[in-house]
């Protein structure tokens, strides 16, 4: 798929989306792992950051990286970590138990749309000067070359990394997710795939684990002050008149472009996320099960909006391969089309199966 810029660009986003089921974090998965993969692959066509070159080649392949990585987080519930604080709040506040599967097949169809659409559409709309890219072949497989045979320990954890999704995907009425990660933490230390030094050397994991502990209890505590309360009966009382449907894609649309006043999808989802669901279980007539999976799942998408939307986009900005007027503009474009598949397509979708 490398010897054309376009289906590099699909590439991107399939291993993106390859390597979410397995990888809670978007931004160790997108920054830490494909970034530092794609970040070489400009200057093979003399395309640098912070110059004029960087439009050759540069600049279409990082923003295939902000498409892939809010595809992924949106795809499945291991995707993206604010994706599990989400779910606690819709089983917390709403009642509303929404399994591995079920997120992953009622995101499935507006998936595969944008997967197939998105790379094309950005092609379009952000054409690179460098269509063919015969180099990128010839590069990777230097590279794996010279990685050689994958090892035992690789082996080993390609094996935990299946046993993890099995249970995520089938398992859920017997065993948590939550356990099934530490299970597979547990089974990594046992078997010799990581020592325990690197796992307290990795920062991010610990950081994420702090601070998603962190919001929940912040967001608990206003529950339980009553603000979110006194909020929803507020916002409630200009609803008044409005169809259920039309309060959904009110809803959804407050909480989904709120996020330009964020700067982290955690931080948003625990801070927006408790207030939208008690306004929306405050009116009657209003279809919980489906407005909670909408909201849950525009949660990643999201991520497309601005520069500091998501901590991959942070990143990707910081390289210095697409101009500021250039990430607002397509953040923008992509930002809107997101939502509207998502209301347009997957909702109708989602009544069908409920």
């Not at 690179?128 to 090892?151: D, F, I, Q």
Request: one cysteine or more; charged letters at 10%; a positive charge.
């Amino acid at each position: 798929m490398g010897k054309r810029t376009l289906t590099l660009g699909y590439a991107i986003v399939i291993i993106d989306i390859l390597l979410a089921p397995f990888t809670p974090s978007n931004t160790a998965r997108t920054g830490g792992t494909v970034f530092p993969v794609i970040k070489n692959l400009p200057p093979l066509f003399k395309s640098f950051p912070n110059d004029p070159s960087a439009r050759r080649i540069g600049g279409y392949l990082m923003w295939m990286m902000v498409i892939s990585t809010s595809l992924s987080s949106s795809m499945f519930v291991t995707g993206a970590a604010p994706n599990v604080l989400g779910l606690e709040f819709v089983s917390k506040i709403a009642g509303v138990q929404i399994s591995w599967l079920q997120w992953f097949l009622s995101f499935l169809p507006v998936g595969i749309i944008l997967l197939i659409v998105a790379p094309w559409l950005s092609y379009v709309l952000y054409k690179p000067e460098v269509t063919h890219s015969a180099e990128v072949a010839a590069w990777a497989g230097g590279e794996l070359k010279n990685m050689g045979r994958l090892s035992r320990k690789e082996w080993t954890l390609i094996g935990l990394v299946l046993l993890s999704l099995g249970l995520w995907v089938f398992g859920g009425k017997i065993i948590n997710a939550t356990a099934v990660g530490l299970l597979a933490v547990s089974l990594m230390l046992a078997l010799h795939v990581v020592p325990w030094k690197d796992i307290t050397r990795y920062n991010s994991a610990w950081n994420t684990l702090v601070n998603l502990a962190t919001l929940v209890v912040m967001a608990n505590g206003l529950t339980r002050s009553g603000f979110i309360d006194w909020f929803a009966n507020t916002m409630s009382t200009h609803l008044e008149g409005f169809s259920p449907d039309a309060t959904v894609i009110v809803l959804v649309l407050v909480f989904y472009f709120a996020h330009y006043l964020f700067a982290s999808l955690s931080a948003h989802t625990a801070t927006m996320l408790p207030v939208i669901l008690a306004v929306g279980k405050g009116i009657p007539g209003v279809p919980m099960e489906q407005l909670c999976i909408l909201l849950v799942l525009s949660i990643g998408i999201m991520g497309c909006l601005t520069p500091y939307a998501t901590g991959p986009g942070v990143i990707i900005y910081g390289c210095g391969y697409v101009k500021s007027r250039d990430y607002w503009r397509l953040g923008a474009i992509f930002g809107v089309i997101y939502i509207a598949m998502l209301l347009l397509v997957g909702w109708p979708i989602l009544a069908m199966w409920n």
